[in-house]
């Protein structure tokens, strides 16, 4: 697999704010990359796909970006509901793997 | 309307084998592959299989080579992991999820697989 490094680890942000999660490769995957939203008792949820394409049905809030190496999801005003642990995933080459996840607390 | 059911929870004792099923529905089994993801206690998710219903063709994980199998039954739409074997940290949560273009559309619901003597 192609190691991913998300960073923060953890974030504690206050409705409203603007949040940014990093994900950073080990090689280029291209735009292979997509976004997860997983809150406790609850499956993942697909946000974002092909780096920066929004799922259907997901808010407009969340966006993302980026190519290569680097990427970063955005939400730009957080809302209660977006709490939980936020994980990249690439699929580059028909391996997969994921980041370590990066845990979001609303103050 | 896009469901993945997967099968109730396990208790298994180390060195036994478990098998969840993940039955599809809403869409046509065999157009979209299936991976199956596991979230230990207090870690993150982790990808194991990726699994073609058309064919049966599969992908692991290194780390699940030789442990893993993964079946399917097309007539009832349903993919069957078997995972032997069993370890305490296979103590788990276990997802299927449908690909769409690689990324993860549509996920189960988990099965807690639980691992003790």
């Known amino acids: 697999d192609i190691p991913l490094t998300q960073s923060p680890s953890t974030l504690s942000a206050s409705v409203g704010d603007r949040v940014t999660i990093t994900c950073r490769a080990s090689?280029?995957?291209?735009?292979?990359l997509a976004w997860y939203q997983h809150r406790p008792g609850k499956a993942p949820k697909l946000l974002i796909y092909d780096a920066s394409s929004l799922q259907s049905g997901v808010p407009s809030r969340f966006s993302g970006s980026g190519s290569g190496t680097e990427f970063t999801l955005t939400i730009s005003s957080l809302q209660p509901d977006d709490f939980g642990t936020y994980y990249c995933?690439?699929?580059?080459?028909?391996?997969?793997?994921f980041g370590q996840g990066t845990r979001l607390e609303i103050k | 309307q896009i469901h993945l059911v997967q099968s109730g929870a396990e208790m298994k004792k180390p060195g036994a084998s478990v098998k969840v099923s993940c039955k599809a529905s809403?869409?046509?089994?065999?157009?979209?592959?299936l991976h199956w993801v596991r979230q230990a206690p207090r870690q993150g998710l982790e990808w194991m299989a990726i699994f073609n219903p058309s064919d049966g063709r599969t992908n692991f994980a290194p780390k699940f080579q030789g442990r893993l199998t993964l079946t399917r039954d097309t007539s009832a739409s349903t993919v069957y992991m078997e995972l032997s074997d069993l370890r305490s940290d296979d103590t788990a949560i276990y997802y299927c999820?449908?690909?769409?273009?690689?990324?993860?559309?549509?996920w189960g619901q988990g099965t807690l697989v639980t691992v003790s003597s």
């Open positions: 995933h690439q699929y580059h080459s028909y391996s997969y793997n």
């Open positions: 999820a449908r690909d769409v273009e690689r990324a993860l559309d549509h």
């Open positions: 809403g869409y046509t089994f065999t157009r979209n592959y």
């Open positions: 090689h280029t995957i291209n735009r292979w």
